[in-house]
């Protein structure tokens, strides 16, 4: 028994590490179940409670901080403000749910930059109160999954 405990556990661990060495920007996924959208969504919500800039720029297509070096990192820290102001509002921030939203989640053979799946995560603000956010997923045109930073 002990030692199929720790095959699970080896499993879960190699599983885990694989999806933590993808980057943040173009990363693989098998199909819209994929369950490294759940991560890379909890990631990107907690780089903004966490107020860390680099893993929230880390999202961003690479290009925008050529193109934009004076304005990227205030979008940067916008955002991460933004974050904090709906936070004051809440005594506690804590995932509740987590879900891929099947409505609008797809993936077309025939164009894969209309591909897209879409998160929703609900936060316990309080004890009375949610907080829901969502995260969008799109490939782009090297067939890898990015997020929707620009929320076009």
């Known amino acids: 028994m002990k ?3 720790a095959i699970i556990a080896t499993t879960l661990l190699m599983s885990a590490n694989a999806y933590a060495e993808q980057p943040n920007y173009g990363f693989e996924a098998s199909d819209i179940n994929d369950p490294i959208f759940k991560e890379k969504c909890t990631s990107y919500t907690d780089a903004l409670t966490n107020a860390d800039a680099n893993t929230v720029a880390s999202f961003a297509p690479p290009e925008f901080m050529e193109k934009y070096p004076d304005k990227f990192p205030k979008e940067v820290e916008r955002r991460i403000n933004e974050h904090k102001k709906m936070l004051a509002k809440y005594p506690y921030f804590k995932l509740k749910k987590i879900s891929i939203r099947q409505d609008i ?3 077309d053979v ?3 930059e209309k591909s897209l ?3 929703n995560t609900l936060y316990e603000g309080s004890p009375k109160s949610t907080i829901g956010i969502n995260c969008l997923f799109l490939k782009n045109s090297d067939n890898k999954w ?3 930073f620009t929320h076009r």
Do not use: A, M, Q, T
Request: charge should be neutral; charged fraction near 15%; hydrophobic fraction near 40%.
């Open 3 to 5: 030692g199929i405990l």
């Open 105 to 107: 989640s797809k993936i």
């Open 110 to 112: 025939d164009n894969p």
């Open 117 to 119: 799946v879409g998160i």
């Open 146 to 148: 990015i997020y929707n």
